[in-house]
C-alpha cells in the first residue's frame, strides 16, 4: 500500500508521516509541494492521497484534477486536508471527485475513519461509468 | 331488488341491453371496491406495527443516549461547583451540613438522587435517604471508576422492590485529583413509561434483572410471559412476534445499560388491536362500496333512459324529472307491452330510488360523523406530541430536500433562532459562513460525502442577539432504501454550561495567579514597577502624533509577555488585541489606519487602567510592600554578615560583603519564573517539553542591571517552544525523545583583561534553516543579502527587527518581535547576540555582556583613547 503525503509545511509533512506509520503503512512518499506531487503521481501508482489545499503555485484541488485525469486515478482514494472547515474548498473539491475531507490538526483516529470512509467512496466512483 | 328487474326483461329486446350494461358496471364496481379491500391485508398491517415498533425503539434509545448525555453534564457541572469542592476538601465535615447543601443543590437541578463518597467509597451523604450514612459504596462500578478519575453511566437498584434510578458518576477533583465521588440519579417509572407510551403509542416495561420494575400499556403479566420467553439472550434486533393469552404482540428489546447489562426496556405493540383498527376501516370501506353501487344503479337508469328513445315520451318526462330528483310524479301505465311492462318496473324502480336515496344521505351523515371522530382523535394525538416536544426547551426543524423548512416545527426554534422557521429556507434561518449553502444543502441530501462529514461544514452554532450560547445539530431522518428524506436540526441552549465553564476558568486563572505570584514574589515586585514604566510609555507614545509603531509594539509585547506570565488575564488580552492593531500598523496593511490609531489609543489608555485595577482589587493578596522597594532579610543573614564584617581579611572592604550579601544573588532567581510559563503554551502547542535545566545557576550577579536583559530572554523561550521545538510525533521520527529539552548555561569568563557573563540558551529542537531565511530576505527584496552571506552569517537575520519566517502569528510568537528585543537589550548594556544551529539537532543562542566589573574596565579603555 503506498502512500503520498502533499503539504508544503515540513511540520504538517512529518505529523502525517507519523500518523499513518501507526496506521500500519510502511510506503510513505512525502512531496513539499503540489508542482513535485503532479510529477510523482506520473512516474509512480499511488493507493492512497493525503493533500493539503492552501499551497502555492500548484494548489491542492490542481493536484486533484491532475490525480483524476490520469489513467488509473478514478478509483484513487483522495483525501484533503484544509486548515480549517471552509465550505467553499470542500464543495470544489466535491465538485471535482474528492474521497472525503479532513481538518488539520487531527488524531490518528480521525484519519482512520477518514481513510476508510476514502476508500468506500473512491471504490463506489470507481465503479461508475464514464 | 336487482333480481326483480331482471326476471321481467329476461325476453325482451330492450331488456338485454339494459342488463348488458348494468351488469358489466356492477361488475366493475365490485372488483374496485375488492381491489381498495385487498390493501388492506393482514401483511401490510403487520410490517406497519412492526415498523412503527421500530421507530418507537430508537426513540427510546436516543432518549435514554440523550438523558445519559444530560445527566453527565449536569453532574459534571455541579462536581465542579466550587460550594462542592469547598464542602468536600474541608475534613471531617458533619452530615447535617453536607445533607442540606446536596438537598439544595438537588432542588436547583430537579435530581432524584443526589449522593457523595469520599475517597474510599464511603457515602458522606444522600438526598433520597438522608439517614442512610456510612454505606460502603466502593463495589458500586460507577463509584470505582469516580474515584480512579473516570466516572460512567449507570442504572442502579438496591432490590426488587426498591426504584430504579439512572445515574451518572463523576469524580470530584481538587487540583486534578479526585477526592471523591458524585452521582445524580433520576428515577425510572411507570409515569415514565406512561409518557413513552403517550409519545410513540408503544406500550414499556423496564426490567431490573429479570423482574418488570415499571411498565406501562399492557398488563405486567404480558411482559412476564415475553420474559419468560428467554428475550433477553437475543441481540439487540428487530421486533420479534410473540402469541401470549391469545393475543398477537410484535415485542423489542433495548439495553439501557451496557455497562451492568442488567437494565433492559421491552416494547411492546399488540398486532390483534391495530387488525382491529384496520378492519374497522375495511367496514367503512365496504359501505362506501354499497353506496356506490347504489348510486350506480342510479346512473344505469340514467343511462337506459338514452337507449329508449323519443317513442316513449311518458317516460322520458317522468325520467327527466328523476334526473332533477322527483320521485313522487308516477307514469301512467296503459299496455302490458315491453313499454308498459318497462313503465311498471319504472314506478317500481322510482321508489326503490327514492328509498335509496334516503339510504344514501344517512349514510353520508354517518361517514361525516366517523371521519370528524377520527379527526378529533388525531388533533388530540397531534397536540400532545407537540406539547410534549415543545416541553423539551430544544428547538426541533425538519428541513426537507431543497432546504425548506417543514411547517412543523417545536416552539423553542422561535426563542432559540429568534424567528418562525416554517417554509423558510434553513440558510435564510441560520446564516452559513460559506458562500454556496444551496449547494452544501443538495450535497447532504444526496450525500456526495458521508452524511456526518458533509454536516461538519454547517453551522455548529447560532450567534443570538441575547448572548445564549446555542448550539446546533444535525440529524438524518432516512427512507427505506437507506437515502435521506429530510434532515432534522435540532437547537440546544448551553448558556448555563458555558457559563459555569467560564467561571471555573476564571477561578482556575485566579488560582494561577496567586500561585506564580506567591511563588516569584521578587519577580513579580520588578514585574509590577515595569509594567507601570512600560504602560506610562506607551500611554505617551501612543498619543503622540506619529508615533513610533515599532516601538509602541515592543512596548505591548513585553506588557503582554509579563501580564500571560502571571496570569493578569485582563491585561493580556488588552495587549492582544492592542497588539494586532500595531502589527497591522506597522506594515501599513490597515484599512483604516486612523481607526486603529484610535483603538490603539483607547485601549492604551485601558490597559494601564486594567492594571491599576489589577492591583488595588490584588491588594491584600500582593501586600502593601510590593508597592514600596521593601526587603525582607532572614536573621541568619544578617548574622553571617556580622561575622563576616568582624572577621575582614586584608585588602577586602566592608561595601564589598555587604553587596555579596545583600545586593548580589543567584543569577538562576531571574530565570526561575519561566518553567511557570513554559506549561501553558506548551500545552496549548501540544509539545512535550521537560523543566529547564539551569547549568551554573549559582553564579552570583547585581540582578538589577540584567533585569531588562532577563526579561527580554523570555522571548527566546518563546521563540523555541513555537519554532524550534518539534511535536511529539515528528520528534520520535527523528529518533528524538518526545519531549523537547531547553537549557540556560551561565558563565563568567575574562576576555581581553575585560570580565564578561555569558548566557547560552539551548534547545534541541529541528533548528534553523538558512534556505528559509534566504527565502525570507528575497521575498522582502534583499536578494544581495541573500546571496552573499554564509549560511551562519545569513541565520543572524533573526535578530532583524520584524523578521520572522512564519507567516502565521499565534499568540506566543510569531510576530518577528523577541530576538530583536534580545538583541536590542544586550546591545544597552555594550554586549551583543549571536545564533548557532545545527539543522535537525537545535539552536543555541548565546548572549554575552561585560559585567559591572567588566563595563567600568570598558569605559577606562575609552576613556584612555
Known amino acids: ?130 | 331488488m336487482i333480481k326483480n328487474y331482471s326476471s321481467k326483461l329476461k325476453n325482451m329486446k330492450l331488456g338485454k341491453k339494459f342488463l348488458l350494461t348494468f351488469s358489466s358496471i356492477v361488475v366493475l364496481l365490485l372488483s374496485v371496491t375488492l381491489g381498495v379491500v385487498e390493501v388492506f391485508t393482514k401483511a401490510a398491517v403487520t410490517d406497519r406495527v412492526e415498523q412503527d415498533l421500530s421507530k418507537a425503539q430508537y426513540v427510546l434509545e436516543t432518549f435514554n443516549t440523550n438523558q445519559i448525555d444530560n445527566l453527565f453534564l449536569i453532574a459534571r457541572a455541579v462536581a465542579d461547583a466550587p460550594i462542592m469542592k469547598s464542602l468536600m476538601g474541608v475534613e471531617g465535615i458533619d452530615h447535617e451540613t453536607m445533607l442540606q447543601t446536596l438537598e439544595g443543590l438537588s432542588e436547583t437541578i430537579t435530581s432524584d438522587h443526589l449522593s457523595v463518597t469520599d475517597m474510599n467509597g464511603t457515602l458522606l451523604a444522600r438526598t433520597d435517604k438522608p439517614e442512610e450514612t456510612d454505606v460502603d459504596y466502593a463495589q458500586r462500578p460507577d463509584v470505582e471508576s469516580a474515584l480512579v478519575g473516570e466516572g460512567m453511566p449507570f442504572v442502579w437498584s438496591e432490590g426488587e422492590d426498591a426504584p430504579i434510578y439512572q445515574v451518572a458518576t463523576v469524580p470530584v477533583s481538587m487540583e486534578d485529583r479526585p477526592i471523591g465521588s458524585l452521582s445524580v440519579g433520576v428515577k425510572i417509572t411507570d409515569e415514565t413509561a406512561e409518557r413513552f407510551q403517550k409519545m410513540t403509542g408503544a406500550a414499556m416495561a423496564v426490567i431490573a434483572d429479570d423482574h418488570v420494575a415499571a411498565h406501562f400499556g399492557v398488563d405486567a403479566s404480558i411482559f412476564k410471559d415475553i420474559l419468560a420467553s428467554g428475550i433477553l439472550e437475543v441481540e439487540h434486533a428487530k421486533p420479534k412476534m410473540f402469541t401470549i393469552q391469545g393475543e398477537r404482540f410484535f415485542a423489542a428489546v433495548s439495553n439501557l445499560d451496557e455497562n451492568s447489562e442488567r437494565f433492559h426496556a421491552i416494547l411492546v405493540t399488540s398486532i390483534d388491536k391495530a387488525m382491529a383498527f384496520y378492519h374497522d376501516i375495511q367496514m367503512m370501506m365496504l359501505v362506501v362500496g354499497i353506496v356506490g353501487l347504489i348510486v350506480a344503479s342510479f346512473l344505469t337508469s340514467q343511462a337506459s333512459k338514452a337507449l329508449i328513445v323519443t317513442p316513449v315520451t311518458n317516460i322520458l318526462n317522468a325520467t327527466e324529472e328523476v334526473r332533477k330528483g322527483i320521485f313522487t310524479n308516477k307514469i301512467n301505465v296503459k299496455s302490458q307491452d315491453e313499454i308498459g311492462v318497462l313503465s311498471t318496473n319504472f314506478n317500481h324502480m322510482m321508489d326503490d330510488l327514492k328509498s335509496s336515496k334516503e339510504a344514501v344521505d344517512n349514510y353520508a351523515k354517518n361517514l361525516e360523523g366517523m371521519v370528524g371522530e377520527r379527526t378529533a382523535a388525531l388533533k388530540t394525538a397531534n397536540g400532545t406530541i407537540s406539547a410534549m416536544i415543545n416541553s423539551l426547551g430544544q428547538g426541533f426543524m425538519v428541513v426537507e430536500a431543497g432546504g425548506s423548512i417543514n411547517p412543523i416545527y417545536s416552539k423553542a426554534c422561535e426563542y432559540l433562532i429568534e424567528c418562525i422557521p416554517a417554509g423558510k429556507r434553513i440558510w435564510d434561518v441560520i446564516p452559513h459562513p460559506g458562500k454556496e449553502p444551496e449547494k452544501l444543502w443538495t450535497a447532504l441530501f444526496m450525500e456526495t460525502l458521508p452524511f456526518e462529514d458533509l454536516a461538519g461544514l454547517c453551522p455548529a452554532t447560532f450567534k443570538h442577539s441575547q448572548d445564549r450560547h446555542i448550539t446546533l445539530t444535525y440529524n438524518a431522518i432516512r427512507s427505506d432504501d437507506g437515502g435521506i428524506e429530510s434532515i432534522v436540526v435540532v437547537a440546544t441552549d448551553r448558556t448555563s454550561e458555558v457559563q459555569a465553564m467560564q467561571a471555573a476558568e476564571r477561578e482556575r486563572n485566579y488560582a494561577n495567579m496567586v500561585v506564580r505570584i506567591s511563588k516569584n514574589k521578587k519577580q513579580f515586585a520588578v514585574f509590577t514597577k515595569l509594567s507601570k514604566d512600560l504602560l506610562t510609555e506607551t500611554l505617551n507614545e501612543s498619543q503622540k502624533e506619529g508615533p513610533d509603531f515599532d516601538l509602541l509594539f515592543r512596548l505591548v509585547h513585553t506588557i503582554k509577555g509579563g501580564s500571560a506570565s502571571f496570569s493578569i488575564i485582563s491585561v493580556k488580552d488588552l495587549a492582544h488585541s492592542t497588539e494586532s492593531y500595531l502589527y497591522g500598523l506597522k506594515r501599513n496593511e490597515c484599512e483604516d489606519p486612523a481607526a486603529a490609531l484610535a483603538k490603539v489609543r483607547a485601549q492604551s489608555v485601558e490597559m494601564a487602567d486594567a492594571f491599576e485595577l489589577f492591583l488595588s482589587e490584588n491588594r491584600n493578596l500582593i501586600g502593601a510592600d510590593m508597592a514600596a522597594d521593601t526587603v525582607q532579610i532572614p536573621l541568619v543573614r544578617l548574622k553571617k554578615f556580622s561575622e563576616k564584617l568582624a572577621e575582614l581579611p586584608e585588602g577586602a572592604t566592608w561595601q564589598a560583603v555587604f553587596e555579596e550579601e545583600f545586593i548580589m544573588e543567584p543569577i538562576k532567581n531571574g530565570f526561575s519564573h519561566f518553567d511557570d510559563m513554559v506549561d501553558p503554551i506548551k500545552e496549548r502547542l501540544g509539545k512535550e517539553v521537560n523543566p529547564i535545566n539551569f547549568i551554573n545557576g549559582d553564579i552570583k550577579v547585581k540582578a538589577e542591571v540584567y533585569t531588562d536583559l532577563f526579561g527580554a530572554m523570555i522571548h527566546a523561550i518563546r521563540n523555541s517552544l513555537d519554532h524550534g521545538l518539534e511535536i511529539p510525533e515528528e520528534r520520535e521520527a527523528g529518533g528524538k525523545p518526545r519531549a523537547g529539552n531547553l537549557s540556560f548555561e551561565f558563565n563568567k569568563e575574562r576576555v581581553e583583561n575585560k570580565d564578561w557573563l555569558t548566557i547560552k540558551f539551548t534547545d534541541d529542537g529541528r533548528g534553523i534553516n538558512p534556505a528559509n531565511i534566504r527565502e525570507k530576505l528575497i521575498r522582502l527584496g534583499r536578494e544581495q543579502e541573500a546571496k552573499d552571506l554564509s549560511d551562519e552569517d545569513v541565520i543572524q537575520k533573526v535578530f532583524d527587527a520584524g523578521f520572522s519566517t512564519k507567516d502565521e502569528v499565534t499568540e506566543t510568537s510569531g510576530r518577528g518581535v523577541g530576538l530583536d528585543a534580545i538583541a536590542f537589550e544586550a546591545g544597552k548594556l555594550g554586549g551583543f547576540a549571536r545564533v548557532f544551529t545545527r539543522l535537525g539537532e537545535g539552536t543555541t543562542l548565546v548572549v554575552s555582556i561585560p559585567t559591572v566589573e567588566g563595563k567600568a574596565q570598558i569605559r577606562e579603555a575609552k576613556m584612555a583613547i
Open chain 1, 1 to 130: 500500500m503506498s502512500v503520498l503525503v502533499v503539504d508544503d509545511f515540513q511540520t504538517v509533512r512529518e505529523m502525517m508521516k507519523g500518523c499513518l506509520r501507526q496506521l500500519g503503512y510502511q510506503d510513505i512518499t512525502l512531496a513539499c509541494d503540489g508542482a513535485e506531487a503532479v510529477e510523482l503521481i506520473k512516474s509512480k501508482q499511488f493507493d492512497l492521497i493525503l493533500c493539503d489545499w492552501h499551497m502555492p503555485k500548484v494548489l491542492g484541488i490542481d493536484v486533484l484534477r491532475a490525480v483524476r485525469k490520469s489513467p488509473a486515478g478514478k478509483g484513487i482514494p483522495f483525501i484533503l486536508a484544509t486548515s480549517e472547515s471552509e465550505q467553499g474548498c470542500v464543495l470544489q473539491a466535491v465538485d471535482a471527485g474528492v474521497s472525503n475531507y479532513i481538518i488539520k490538526p487531527f488524531t490518528v483516529d480521525t484519519l482512520k475513519a477518514k481513510i476508510e470512509s476514502a476508500f468506500k467512496k473512491a471504490k463506489a466512483m470507481a465503479s461508475l461509468p464514464g
